[in-house]
């Protein structure tokens, strides 16, 4: 009986990791960029954002996944925004193959937060500091040497721009991890100049660069931009929304591959200010091994991706409703094989504070195709078709009633039946006029001086010193008048 349940056991323990090397390792969703605002049209209406996203295993490399055929590819994947799910009416893979390219050389900065909260002992027993100190030595793991550039820079709210002016680039994996242990430890009245930060390091990061060498800047920090020139903090950092745009605007311009790495969690982390300094998605967490991989990110070239395109919800149907919005996207995909994918991190695309939005792009003209082969003639949009054509049915009948009924309503006694005719019929064409007209007009005499001439004869010329005479009625009484 042992012999017989100690083989069934190793039966069963066979089988299970068969079919775990079956399965394979874990892979995930991860979006490769921003979210972008596209017309979906040339001079349409309609709003789409593109996604575009990539599979990655447990070590954060490029995976090879089975995906759906082309046509079955769209009814794979659901997105949300905000919650609310919506489908894609395009989908492609952005990559034939699977094959990695090889890895450009980097010239790359990480950037520590060296502020008072990173002492903070809250990821696994360790500091802030120290969790980001052993996280950022996975990304010199591999750092080739002679071929990639790195220099590891800490960042506070004083001496600023001489640290990041002084950051010296090594060449060698030795060098570099020299430079991160020699970092100094965070002080309780350093404060954070997060966007003074990134806006310099970019701009280091610019000069730097080697002609087809790829910059990076991975920046680590536990709070939000707070700098406070009155206690000894640097004079002239960015800070408020000018600041956030300033630094926006420095990293697009410089054309810097920007990884936001936040410890915290979305209350304690200014998660929209991250969004707008990245061109990565930002990474939100307290979980060292998410940490870890997250240093270990950019050391992949993310190839095998996918590029969808939604139209934007209901709620947000028009750019004027956009302005202020922050909207977060999710994925989940199934693929050939009923595997279902999630997303490591949401994507946020993020409006301007006040201003309407603008377009990031115009769609490709597959894309145009796409969406004209959706747009379909459903109920919903037989509707969009209708309603104006009701409400100008609508307004047409309201001006009849009142053309034509109201004057009914309220003067009934000056309509008789279809015609309208006024109170005194006198002056109305009909049998009374008739009548009227029927005897003989009298035409009281002129006064003199004024006696027509018979037809054809012409009354003698007066002259001119001859006066007029008027003379009074005889019969004059002053209750009468000319027409009594």
């Given at each position: 009986?042992?012999?017989?349940?100690?083989?069934?056991?190793?039966?069963?323990?066979?089988?299970?990791?068969?079919?775990?090397?079956?399965?394979?390792?874990?892979?995930?969703?991860?979006?490769?960029?921003?979210?972008?605002?596209?017309?979906?049209?040339?001079?349409?209406?309609?709003?789409?954002?593109?996604?575009?996203?990539?599979f990655?295993?447990?070590?954060?490399?490029?995976?090879?996944?089975?995906?759906?055929?082309?046509?079955?590819?769209?009814?794979?994947?659901?997105?949300?925004?905000?919650?609310?799910?919506?489908?894609?009416?395009?989908?492609?893979?952005?990559?034939?193959?699977?094959?990695?390219?090889?890895?450009?050389?980097?010239?790359?900065?990480?950037?520590?937060?060296?502020?008072?909260?990173?002492?903070t002992?809250?990821?696994?027993?360790?500091?802030?500091?120290?969790?980001?100190?052993?996280?950022?030595?996975?990304y010199?793991?591999?750092?080739?040497?002679?071929?990639?550039?790195?220099?590891?820079?800490?960042?506070?709210?004083?001496?600023l721009?001489?640290?990041?002016?002084?950051?010296?680039?090594?060449?060698?994996?030795?060098?570099?991890?020299?430079?991160?242990d020699?970092?100094?430890?965070?002080?309780?009245?350093?404060?954070?100049?997060?966007?003074?930060?990134?806006?310099?390091?970019?701009?280091?990061?610019?000069q730097?660069?080697?002609?087809?060498?790829?910059?990076?800047?991975?920046?680590?920090?536990?709070?939000?931009?707070?700098v406070?020139?009155?206690?000894?903090?640097?004079?002239?950092?960015?800070?408020?929304?000018?600041?956030?745009?300033?630094?926006?605007?420095?990293?697009?311009?410089?054309?810097?591959?920007?990884?936001?790495?936040?410890?915290?969690?979305?209350?304690?982390?200014?998660?929209?200010?991250?969004?707008?300094?990245?061109?990565?998605?930002?990474?939100?967490?307290?979980?060292?091994?998410?940490?870890?991989?997250?240093?270990?990110?950019?050391?992949?070239?993310?190839?095998g991706g996918?590029?969808?395109?939604?139209?934007?919800?209901?709620?947000?149907?028009?750019?004027?409703?956009?302005?202020?919005?922050?909207?977060?996207?999710?994925?989940?995909?199934?693929?050939?094989?009923?595997?279902?994918?999630?997303?490591?991190?949401?994507?946020?695309?993020?409006?301007?504070?006040?201003?309407?939005?603008?377009?990031?792009?115009?769609?490709?003209?597959?894309?145009?195709?796409?969406?004209?082969?959706?747009?379909?003639?459903?109920?919903?949009?037989?509707?969009?078709?209708a309603?104006p054509?009701?409400?100008?049915?609508?307004f047409?009948a309201?001006?009849?009633?009142?053309?034509?009924?109201?004057?009914?309503?309220?003067?009934?006694?000056?309509?008789?039946?279809?015609?309208?005719?006024?109170?005194?019929?006198?002056?109305?064409?009909?049998?009374?006029?008739?009548?009227?007209?029927?005897?003989?007009?009298?035409?009281?005499?002129?006064?003199?001086?004024?006696?027509?001439?018979?037809?054809?004869?012409?009354?003698p010329?007066?002259?001119?010193?001859?006066?007029?005479?008027v003379?009074?009625?005889?019969?004059?009484?002053?209750?009468?008048?000319?027409?009594?």
């Open positions: 009986m042992k012999r017989m349940c100690r083989s069934l056991a190793l039966i069963a323990v066979a089988g299970l990791s068969s079919l775990l090397g079956a399965q394979g390792p874990a892979v995930s969703l991860d979006f490769l960029a921003k979210p972008a605002l596209v017309e979906c049209e040339p001079a349409g209406a309609e709003l789409c954002f593109r996604l575009n996203f990539g990655l295993d447990a070590g954060n490399k490029s995976s090879a996944v089975p995906l759906p055929p082309a046509r079955e590819l769209v009814q794979r994947i659901e997105v949300q925004a905000d919650g609310q799910s919506i489908y894609p009416f395009y989908a492609a893979p952005t990559a034939g193959g699977v094959q990695v390219p090889a890895r450009r050389p980097q010239t790359a900065i990480l950037l520590l937060d060296v502020s008072g909260s990173m002492l002992k809250d990821i696994d027993g360790q500091t802030r500091f120290d969790a980001a100190r052993s996280a950022a030595a996975a010199l793991q591999g750092f080739s040497d002679g071929k990639d550039h790195v220099a590891v820079i800490p960042f506070a709210s004083r001496n721009e001489e640290t990041i002016a002084s950051a010296h680039f090594v060449s060698t994996r030795a060098e570099a991890q020299a430079q991160l020699a970092l100094p430890r965070p002080e309780p009245n350093n404060n954070t100049a997060l966007y003074s930060a990134v806006a310099a390091a970019v701009g280091a990061l610019a730097q660069r080697h002609g087809g060498d790829q910059a990076r800047l991975i920046v680590l920090t536990d709070g939000t931009n707070d406070h020139p009155q206690i000894g903090d640097d004079t002239g950092l960015l800070t408020g929304v000018d600041g956030l745009n300033a630094a926006a605007i420095a990293v697009e311009k410089s054309g810097v591959d920007v990884l936001p790495i936040g410890l915290g969690d979305e209350h304690s982390i200014d998660e929209v200010s991250m969004a707008r300094l990245g061109t990565q998605p930002p990474l939100i967490t307290f979980d060292i091994n998410s940490l870890r991989k997250a240093f270990q990110l950019p050391q992949a070239e993310q190839v996918v590029t969808v395109m939604v139209k934007a919800p209901r709620s947000l149907a028009s750019r004027t409703l956009l302005a202020g919005r922050v909207i977060r996207f999710r994925i989940k995909m199934t693929l050939a094989d009923e595997v279902i994918l999630v997303e490591n991190r949401p994507a946020l695309w993020i409006a301007p504070p006040v201003a309407t939005p603008s377009f990031d792009g115009e769609s490709t003209e597959t894309e145009q195709r796409a969406y004209l082969a959706s747009v379909h003639i459903g109920e919903d949009s037989a509707w969009l078709i309603r054509i009701l409400v100008f049915l609508g047409a309201l001006l009849a009633v009142l053309w034509f009924g109201l004057p009914r309503l309220i003067w009934l006694d000056r309509y008789d039946h279809r015609t309208a005719r006024p109170l005194r019929p006198e002056y109305w064409p009909g049998s009374e006029m008739t009548l009227q007209q029927e005897s003989p007009l009298a035409y009281r005499a002129a006064p003199p001086g004024f006696e027509p001439g018979g037809r054809g004869v012409r009354a010329v007066r002259d001119p010193r001859e006066n007029t005479i003379q009074p009625m005889a019969d004059f009484e002053s209750t009468k008048t000319r027409l009594s």
